[in-house]
């Protein structure tokens, strides 16, 4: 199946500082989903995006598919972005959907 | 509407207990699924429904069993647990795995530990 590594596996940020977390995959895809794991558990989906850039408020993503990246953007981060991001791809052929093991980020006021 | 809801929130349980954890979803999603999820590891794939009245197993099957109900519901069965399954157990739900569009739902997970 399809490998995914996340990068840093731990971020810490003063609030009001930028961040880009970084998913590389090692095979292509079909689609690639960024969640965001708040401290209290729950998963939220950010965004859906296998290729190209989106844009959510401080929040964005661009996937360049043919160099099998995707790198999620965080600016003037505040303490609620505080958690875990995880990146997670399918490939092609209906295969299952596969987790990175995440970035831990702690924003600090 | 709800989403994805999860029964229960936190469960102990004794070494051989047997449980069933329940999900229902209300999106009229096809597809439903259940993670476990343990430090370092991410989300690990248990079992999946991809369209009622069918189940596949995930990466790590051994040890549990499931129920697609009805659309709605997909549920996780410990026969006999073990402290390895210690764990946060969650259930996601999409209109059809593997497809192009396909977006996960999750519920808010269970929190289980088995002594």
């Known amino acids: 199946g399809i490998q995914v590594e996340q990068s840093p596996p731990d971020l810490i940020l003063q609030e009001g500082a930028n961040s880009t977390l970084r998913c590389n995959f090692s095979?292509?895809?079909?689609?690639l989903q960024w969640f965001h794991q708040n401290p209290w558990g729950q998963l939220i989906n950010l965004f859906y995006?296998?290729?190209g850039t989106k844009q959510n408020g401080r929040l964005s993503a661009t996937t360049v598919a043919t160099e099998r990246y995707s790198l999620l953007y965080i600016s003037s981060s505040q303490t609620t972005d505080s958690g875990v991001y995880f990146c997670a791809v399918s490939g092609w052929g209906y295969q299952k959907v596969t987790f990175g093991i995440g970035t831990k980020l702690q924003v600090i006021p | 509407n709800a989403g994805v809801t999860q029964t229960p929130k936190f469960q102990v349980l004794k070494t051989g207990q047997s449980m069933t954890l329940q999900c229902a979803q209300d999106?009229?999603?096809?597809?439903m699924y259940w993670y476990r999820q343990d430090p370092g590891m991410g989300l690990r794939l248990i079992y999946y429904?991809?369209?009622?009245?069918?189940?596949d197993k995930g990466e790590v099957p051994n040890g549990y069993n499931v129920s697609r109900l009805n659309k709605r519901e997909f549920s996780l069965r410990l026969e006999s647990a073990a402290p390895s399954q210690t764990s946060v157990y969650f259930c996601?739900?999409?209109?059809?795995?593997?497809?192009?569009?396909?977006?996960?739902?999750f519920g808010s997970g269970t929190q289980l530990s088995v002594l």
């Open positions: 999106m009229n999603h096809n597809s």
């Open positions: 095979d292509s895809v079909n689609n």
């Open positions: 429904s991809a369209s009622e009245g069918t189940t």
């Open positions: 995006i296998p290729s």
């Open positions: 996601a739900s999409s209109e059809l795995q593997g497809a192009t569009n396909e977006k996960l739902f």
